[in-house]
């Protein structure tokens, strides 16, 4: 059981250039997350998922697409790269929210700096 | 504005002593506090997971505390490992509006355990 796989691990971008993160869970999760990790930060929440072909914002949205056609797969996309998007980005899964002990889980990030 | 604060920032404890982290919180809703370890270059994994008619939780050697009235949270790590070096993050959770939740990640205490 692999969990949550995130790829490429590392990834360095010129400034306009776009790329795909990839995420995928095994776990037959409803709910997908992406967040990102700035240094001495909390993780923040860019976009969710509840389900296959729903997606929601979060809360630094701006300059990311995410795309949710399957329930194992939870791609975010950078469209034109800046420097303000270096930062570590976690994708997470989780069954569903109604429970009380409903638990995240995380891949194992992906590293980006944008030069 | 929903805010998470930790304390210390950082810790160095020897190998078997105990220790306590702290963490405040000013989320609402609220519907669950969580503690996650980060360990270098990985994603975070569930410790314990708390609602609010929970006072305490345990997870082996780490013990969670709650006090939803003063909103403050305590992790308390028992006979210390040198594998408890790694980042503790304390997180509450509110519910999103178009469902799962809404995390909001404190910044972390870097806990180093030395021989």
């Known amino acids: 059981n692999a969990g949550v796989t995130q790829t490429p691990k590392f990834r360095i971008l010129k400034i306009g250039q776009s790329m795909t993160l990839q995420c995928a869970q095994d776990?037959?999760?409803?709910?997908m997350y992406w967040y990102r990790q700035d240094p001495g930060m909390g993780l923040k929440l860019i976009y969710y998922s509840v389900g296959a072909g729903i997606t929601d914002k979060g809360e630094v949205p701006n300059g990311y697409n995410v795309s949710r056609s399957t329930t194992e797969d939870f791609p975010l996309r950078l469209e034109l790269a800046a420097p303000s998007q270096t930062s570590v980005y976690f994708c997470?899964?989780?069954?569903?929210?109604?429970?009380?002990?409903?638990?995240?889980?995380f891949g194992s990030g992906t590293q980006l700096s944008v030069l | 504005k929903n805010q998470v604060e930790q304390s210390p920032q950082s810790l160095i404890i020897l190998e078997g002593k105990n220790c306590t982290l702290q963490?405040?919180?000013?989320?609402?809703?609220?519907?669950?506090l969580r503690w996650y370890k980060q360990d270098t270059g990985r994603g975070p994994v569930s410790l314990t997971i708390?609602?609010?008619?929970?006072n305490t939780k345990s997870n082996g050697r780490y013990t969670a505390t709650l006090d939803a009235d003063t909103k403050q949270s305590s992790l308390h790590i028992t006979a210390s490992q040198l594998s408890d070096s790694a980042s503790y993050i304390c997180?509450?959770?509110?519910?999103?509006?178009?469902?799962?939740?809404?995390?909001?990640f404190g910044t972390g205490t870097q806990l180093k355990v030395e021989l």
């Open positions: 997180v509450v959770s509110g519910p999103l509006t178009g469902g799962g939740n809404k995390l909001t």
């Open positions: 708390m609602t609010f008619s929970e």
């Open positions: 776990m037959n999760h409803n709910y």
């Open positions: 997470a899964s989780s069954y569903n929210w109604k429970g009380q002990d409903e638990k995240l889980f």
């Open positions: 963490c405040n919180y000013t989320v609402s809703p609220f519907s669950n």
